[in-house]
C-alpha cells in the first residue's frame, strides 16, 4: 500500500464516518482491518514481521491517515470497532491516567446487575411474607400453592420496585467503591490483588524520584518498550506485562516501593539480569516489577576476604572489580547473571569443585521484607550462633520472600597458574566412573570438570569449529594460588593416572590454561551451539537441568539420551559432572512440543528415582512447581507455605512462584492454564549452566 492510497480524514470527517482514531501498541498486525479509500473497505492484508511493534499515534495536524511501514515507527490510523489486537494507551499526561477506574463498567457491571436483580427477587419475596400477603388466601387447583391469590396488590408493587432501586443503588454503590479501592479480582491460589492506581504510582515515582526510573504500561513508546522487556525471561514460558517497570537505585528506594505496594495489595516481582530459564521473573499477576540493575555498589573487605555487594552487580562485573585486588567470586554460571539472580536461584555453574556452590559462598544478606522492612539476615562474622539462619532462608527463595539489596560475599585469590586436560572415553558409564575417581582423590588443584556428550561435542565441533574426536568428553581445569606450576602439574599426572584406569581412550594435556580457554568458551556455548545444531529453521530449545548423586550420573544421561533419541531428537548433554548436574538441550519443531514435554516428564521421574533434584541450578519458577511437589512431597512444600505466609501474608512477593499458596489452607492449588503455554522468548533464549 503506497502513500497515495492513504485515506486522510480532517477531525470533523472523522467524528462522522464511524471510525475511531486511538493510540495503542498492535501486538500482531496480520487481521487488522483499517480504513480504505472509498470508506467501506477493510484491508485485511496489512502484516508486520510476527512480534513486531506500530505505534498509532494521534497525528498532530488533527488529520488521522493510514501509513503502512514496519517496526516501531510513528503511525496515524483510524480505526473502525475494536479488535482484539489493539491496547489502548493512557493518557500521556501522568495525572490523567485510568480515567475510568472505578466506573462499573463491562463485565462488572452486568455482574453487580445480576446481582442486584437477584437480590430484588429474594428481597420482594421476603417482604411478600412479611407483610402478609401470604395469609389467608384461596389458591385455584391450577394455582401454585406458593402463589397468593391476592398478589400483587398496588403497595406490594411500590414495595418491590423500591426494593429494587435500593438494592440496585447499593449494588452499584458497592461496585463503585471496589473498583475505586482498586481490587483486581482473583489471583492465582484466589488472592485478590489491588490493581496499579494514579495514587500508586506517585508513591512509587516520589520514592523513585529519577526521570528514568519508573515506566508505566501506557505511557508511550519508551514506557512499552521497557514494559515488554520484561513481561518474560530467556525461557520459553508465556509472557506476561507487568503494569509499572521501576529501576530503584538504594536499599530505601526499594523499602518506600514496598511499602507503597503492600498498602496497596499490588504483587511485586524482583527482577536481575533476567537470564533465568523457569518464568520465576515472569509477573503473571501484573503489578510492579522492581528492576534491580542499577544497583551496583561494591565495598571489599580484603581482610576477611569478603566483597559487601548490591544486587545488580552481573558476575562478570563483580569479577572485573576484585580483579584489582587480586581476587575472584568463585561460582562461575555461564550466563553471566546478576549476582541477586545468582543468590536467588542458587545458580553456580562451572567451577563448584572447587569454590563450592552459590550458597556456601554467602556469607550474609540484606533483605526488604514484603511491608517494606530492611533485615540483615546475620552479621559477616565467620562464626554465628544466634538462631535461624536467615540468609540461607533466603537463598534459593526467588522473590517470593523479599528483595535481596545486599550481599556479602567469600572471595577467592585470583590463581596464579592454571592447566587442563580434555579426555575422550568409549561411553559415559567409563566418563562417569573416572570422575568419582577424579572427586574421591580428593585433588586440591581441581577446579572445573565438565563433560560434554556425544552430540554435544558435534554440536561444538560445527558450531566453535573445535576438532574434538566424537565421543563422551571430560574437561579438566587445575588452578594454583601459588607461583609454581608444580602444584597442578602433580595433580594432572594423577588424574591422567585415574582417567587410564577407567577407560581413556584420549588424554590431550595442555600445561597453560590459555590453551584451553577456546574449549572453555566452547563448553560455555553448548546452548547457542545446539540451536543450529540441525540447520532448521523454526527450531526451538528446550533445557533443563536436574542433579542426581554421582553415583547415578551414568545411568541418568544415558537413559536420558535414549528417550530423547529414540523418539528422533538430538541429545546435547552439557555436564558439570562433578556435582551430578547436568543440563539437555533438546532441538525441537513447535508441533513437537507436546512430545518434549512427556519425555522431560519422564527425565524428571528418572531424577527422582535416582534420589535426585528436579533442579540443581535453574530454580523452579513456574515450570517446576509440579515437579517440586512430586520431589518433596504435600507435607513439605506445606511447611514452606507456612513460612510463606508467615513473612507475607498478602502474598504480594513474586506470587505463584515454586508453589501454589492457597488464599485459605487447603483451598485450591491448581496451576493457572498460562503456565502451561509456551512462547519464543524475544531474545531467543540464553543459557545459566
Same mark, same amino acid.
Given at each position: 500500500?503506497?502513500?497515495?492510497?492513504?485515506?486522510?480524514?480532517?477531525?470533523?470527517?472523522?467524528?462522522?464516518?464511524?471510525?475511531?482514531?486511538?493510540?495503542?501498541?498492535?501486538?500482531?498486525?496480520?487481521?487488522?482491518?483499517?480504513?480504505?479509500?472509498?470508506?467501506?473497505?477493510?484491508?485485511?492484508?496489512?502484516?508486520?514481521?510476527?512480534?513486531?511493534?506500530?505505534?498509532?499515534?494521534?497525528?498532530?495536524?488533527?488529520?488521522?491517515?493510514?501509513?503502512?511501514?514496519?517496526?516501531?515507527?510513528?503511525?496515524?490510523?483510524?480505526?473502525?470497532?475494536?479488535?482484539?489486537?489493539?491496547?489502548?494507551?493512557?493518557?500521556?499526561?501522568?495525572?490523567?491516567?485510568?480515567?475510568?477506574?472505578?466506573?462499573?463498567?463491562?463485565?462488572?457491571?452486568?455482574? /453487580? &446487575?445480576?446481582? !442486584?436483580?437477584?437480590?430484588?427477587?429474594?428481597?420482594? #419475596?421476603?417482604?411478600?411474607? =412479611?407483610? *402478609? @400477603?401470604?395469609?389467608?388466601?384461596?389458591?385455584?387447583?391450577?394455582?401454585?400453592?406458593?402463589?397468593?391469590?391476592?398478589?400483587?396488590?398496588?403497595?406490594?408493587?411500590?414495595?418491590?420496585?423500591?426494593?429494587?432501586?435500593?438494592?440496585?443503588?447499593?449494588?452499584?454503590?458497592?461496585?463503585?467503591?471496589?473498583?475505586?479501592?482498586?481490587?483486581?479480582?482473583?489471583?492465582?491460589?484466589?488472592?485478590?490483588?489491588?490493581?496499579?492506581?494514579?495514587?500508586?504510582?506517585?508513591?512509587?515515582?516520589?520514592?523513585?524520584?529519577?526521570?528514568?526510573?519508573?515506566?508505566?504500561?501506557?505511557?508511550?513508546?519508551?514506557?512499552?518498550?521497557?514494559?515488554?522487556?520484561?513481561?518474560?525471561?530467556?525461557?520459553?514460558?508465556?509472557?506476561?506485562?507487568?503494569?509499572?517497570?521501576?529501576?530503584?537505585?538504594?536499599?530505601?528506594?526499594?523499602?518506600?516501593?514496598?511499602? /507503597? &505496594?503492600?498498602? !496497596?495489595?499490588?504483587?511485586?516481582?524482583?527482577?536481575? #539480569?533476567?537470564?533465568?530459564? =523457569?518464568? *520465576? @521473573?515472569?509477573?503473571?499477576?501484573?503489578?510492579?516489577?522492581?528492576?534491580?540493575?542499577?544497583?551496583?555498589?561494591?565495598?571489599?573487605?580484603?581482610?576477611?576476604?569478603?566483597?559487601?555487594?548490591?544486587?545488580?552487580?552481573?558476575?562478570?562485573?563483580?569479577?572485573?572489580?576484585?580483579?584489582?585486588?587480586?581476587?575472584?567470586?568463585?561460582?562461575?554460571?555461564?550466563?553471566?547473571?546478576?549476582?541477586?539472580?545468582?543468590?536467588?536461584?542458587?545458580?553456580?555453574?562451572?567451577?563448584?569443585?572447587?569454590?563450592?556452590?552459590?550458597?556456601?559462598?554467602?556469607?550474609?544478606?540484606?533483605?526488604?521484607?514484603?511491608?517494606?522492612?530492611?533485615?540483615?539476615?546475620?552479621?559477616?562474622?565467620?562464626?554465628?550462633?544466634?538462631?535461624?539462619?536467615?540468609?540461607?532462608?533466603?537463598?534459593?527463595?526467588?522473590?517470593?520472600?523479599?528483595?535481596?539489596?545486599?550481599?556479602?560475599?567469600?572471595?577467592?585469590?585470583?590463581?596464579?597458574?592454571?592447566?587442563? #586436560?580434555?579426555?575422550?572415553?568409549?561411553?559415559?558409564?567409563?566418563?562417569?566412573?573416572?570422575?568419582?575417581?577424579?572427586?574421591?582423590?580428593?585433588?586440591?588443584?581441581?577446579?572445573?570438570?565438565?563433560?560434554?556428550?556425544?552430540?554435544?561435542?558435534?554440536?561444538?565441533?560445527?558450531?566453535?569449529?573445535?576438532?574434538?574426536?566424537?565421543?563422551?568428553?571430560?574437561?579438566?581445569?587445575?588452578?594454583?594460588?601459588?607461583?609454581?606450576?608444580?602444584?597442578?602439574?602433580?595433580?594432572?599426572?594423577?588424574?591422567?593416572?585415574?582417567?587410564?584406569?577407567?577407560?581413556?581412550?584420549?588424554?590431550?594435556?595442555?600445561?597453560?590454561?590459555?590453551?584451553?580457554?577456546?574449549?572453555?568458551?566452547?563448553?560455555?556455548?553448548?546452548?547457542?551451539?545446539?540451536?543450529?545444531?540441525?540447520?532448521?529453521?523454526?527450531?526451538?530449545?528446550?533445557?533443563?537441568?536436574?542433579?542426581?548423586?554421582?553415583?547415578?550420573?551414568?545411568?541418568?544421561?544415558?537413559?536420558?539420551?535414549?528417550?530423547?533419541?529414540?523418539?528422533?531428537?538430538?541429545?546435547?548433554?552439557?555436564?558439570?559432572?562433578?556435582?551430578?548436574?547436568?543440563?539437555?538441550?533438546?532441538?525441537?519443531?513447535?508441533?513437537?512440543?507436546?512430545?518434549?514435554?512427556?519425555?522431560?516428564?519422564?527425565?524428571?521421574?528418572?531424577?527422582?528415582?535416582?534420589?535426585?533434584?528436579?533442579?540443581?541450578?535453574?530454580?523452579?519458577?513456574?515450570?517446576?512447581?509440579?515437579?517440586?511437589?512430586?520431589?518433596?512431597?504435600?507435607?513439605?512444600?506445606?511447611?514452606?507455605?507456612?513460612?510463606?505466609?508467615?513473612?507475607?501474608?498478602?502474598?504480594?512477593?513474586?506470587?505463584?512462584?515454586?508453589?501454589?499458596?492457597?488464599?485459605?489452607?487447603?483451598?485450591?492449588?491448581?496451576?493457572?492454564?498460562?503456565?502451561?503455554?509456551?512462547?519464543?522468548?524475544?531474545?531467543?533464549?540464553?543459557?545459566?549452566?
Amino acid at each position: 500500500m503506497s502513500d497515495n492510497d492513504l485515506k486522510e480524514f480532517t477531525a470533523e470527517e472523522l467524528a462522522n464516518s464511524g471510525y475511531t482514531a486511538f493510540q495503542g501498541f498492535v501486538y500482531d498486525l496480520a487481521d487488522f482491518a483499517v480504513g480504505h479509500p472509498g470508506g467501506s473497505e477493510l484491508i485485511t492484508e496489512w502484516r508486520g514481521r510476527d512480534g513486531s511493534d506500530a505505534l498509532l499515534d494521534v497525528h498532530p495536524g488533527g488529520k488521522a491517515f493510514i501509513k503502512h511501514t514496519l517496526g516501531p515507527k510513528d503511525y496515524t490510523v483510524a480505526v473502525k470497532g475494536t479488535f482484539p489486537y489493539v491496547k489502548k494507551k493512557r493518557a500521556a499526561a501522568k495525572k490523567k491516567r485510568n480515567p475510568n477506574r472505578g466506573t462499573p463498567t463491562g463485565d462488572s457491571w452486568k455482574l /453487580a &446487575a445480576v446481582v !442486584a436483580a437477584a437480590a430484588t427477587a429474594v428481597g420482594a #419475596a421476603v417482604y411478600a411474607k =412479611e407483610s *402478609g @400477603a401470604f395469609q389467608g388466601v384461596s389458591i385455584s387447583s391450577t394455582q401454585p400453592d406458593w402463589i397468593p391469590s391476592n398478589w400483587p396488590t398496588r403497595e406490594h408493587i411500590a414495595h418491590v420496585l423500591l426494593g429494587a432501586i435500593l438494592t440496585a443503588v447499593l449494588t452499584w454503590t458497592g461496585r463503585w467503591f471496589y473498583a475505586t479501592a482498586g481490587v483486581s479480582g482473583t489471583g492465582v491460589g484466589g488472592w485478590a490483588y489491588g490493581v496499579v492506581t494514579p495514587a500508586l504510582i506517585k508513591a512509587i515515582e516520589d520514592a523513585c524520584p529519577g526521570g528514568d526510573q519508573v515506566y508505566v504500561s501506557g505511557d508511550g513508546i519508551d514506557a512499552d518498550s521497557v514494559i515488554r522487556k520484561h513481561s518474560g525471561d530467556m525461557g520459553f514460558h508465556k509472557r506476561h506485562p507487568p503494569d509499572v517497570v521501576v529501576f530503584p537505585t538504594s536499599a530505601e528506594q526499594v523499602q518506600a516501593v514496598l511499602k /507503597a &505496594a503492600y498498602a !496497596a495489595n499490588v504483587p511485586v516481582v524482583p527482577r536481575g #539480569a533476567g537470564s533465568g530459564l =523457569e518464568g *520465576g @521473573a515472569i509477573p503473571y499477576q501484573g503489578g510492579v516489577v522492581l528492576d534491580l540493575m542499577r544497583m551496583k555498589k561494591f565495598t571489599f573487605h580484603e581482610a576477611e576476604m569478603q566483597a559487601q555487594v548490591e544486587p545488580g552487580l552481573k558476575k562478570s562485573e563483580l569479577n572485573e572489580l576484585l580483579a584489582k585486588s587480586g581476587y575472584l567470586f568463585g561460582p562461575d554460571p555461564a550466563s553471566n547473571p546478576s549476582v541477586g539472580g545468582m543468590a536467588s536461584t542458587r545458580g553456580s555453574g562451572l567451577s563448584t569443585v572447587m569454590y563450592g556452590t552459590t550458597a556456601e559462598n554467602v556469607v550474609s544478606l540484606k533483605v526488604v521484607t514484603p511491608e517494606g522492612k530492611l533485615v540483615q539476615t546475620r552479621r559477616r562474622v565467620r562464626k554465628s550462633a544466634t538462631g535461624y539462619d536467615l540468609t540461607q532462608l533466603f537463598v534459593g527463595s526467588e522473590g517470593t520472600l523479599g528483595v535481596i539489596v545486599e550481599l556479602t560475599l567469600k572471595v577467592q585469590r585470583v590463581p596464579k597458574v592454571r592447566c587442563g #586436560a580434555f579426555i575422550g572415553f568409549a561411553n559415559l558409564r567409563d566418563a562417569a566412573t573416572a570422575t568419582i575417581a577424579l572427586v574421591q582423590a580428593s585433588l586440591s588443584t581441581l577446579c572445573r570438570c565438565e563433560l560434554l556428550n556425544v552430540d554435544g561435542v558435534r554440536a561444538t565441533n560445527k558450531k566453535y569449529g573445535t576438532k574434538l574426536d566424537e565421543r563422551p568428553t571430560i574437561f579438566l581445569e587445575y588452578r594454583s594460588t601459588q607461583p609454581s606450576i608444580e602444584s597442578c602439574v602433580s595433580d594432572a599426572k594423577l588424574g591422567e593416572e585415574l582417567v587410564n584406569k577407567h577407560g581413556a581412550k584420549q588424554y590431550k594435556f595442555a600445561d597453560k590454561g590459555e590453551e584451553l580457554d577456546k574449549l572453555w568458551e566452547a563448553r560455555r556455548g553448548c546452548y547457542i551451539a545446539s540451536i543450529t545444531y540441525r540447520e532448521l529453521k523454526g527450531d526451538r530449545v528446550y533445557l533443563s537441568d536436574t542433579c542426581v548423586p554421582i553415583s547415578n550420573i551414568a545411568r541418568m544421561i544415558s537413559e536420558t539420551e535414549d528417550d530423547f533419541t529414540s523418539a528422533g531428537f538430538p541429545c546435547i548433554i552439557c555436564a558439570h559432572i562433578a556435582d551430578g548436574n547436568f543440563h539437555a538441550c533438546i532441538p525441537y519443531q513447535p508441533e513437537q512440543q507436546t512430545t518434549v514435554k512427556e519425555i522431560e516428564t519422564r527425565m524428571i521421574k528418572r531424577a527422582l528415582s535416582l534420589e535426585g533434584t528436579v533442579s540443581g541450578e535453574h530454580g523452579v519458577g513456574v515450570g517446576k512447581i509440579e515437579h517440586v511437589e512430586w520431589e518433596h512431597g504435600a507435607d513439605h512444600i506445606n511447611v514452606q507455605r507456612a513460612v510463606k505466609r508467615a513473612i507475607d501474608p498478602r502474598n504480594i512477593m513474586n506470587p505463584g512462584k515454586i508453589f501454589i499458596l492457597p488464599r485459605h489452607p487447603g483451598g485450591c492449588c491448581d496451576l493457572p492454564e498460562i503456565y502451561r503455554q509456551t512462547e519464543n522468548s524475544e531474545s531467543g533464549g540464553t543459557y545459566n549452566h
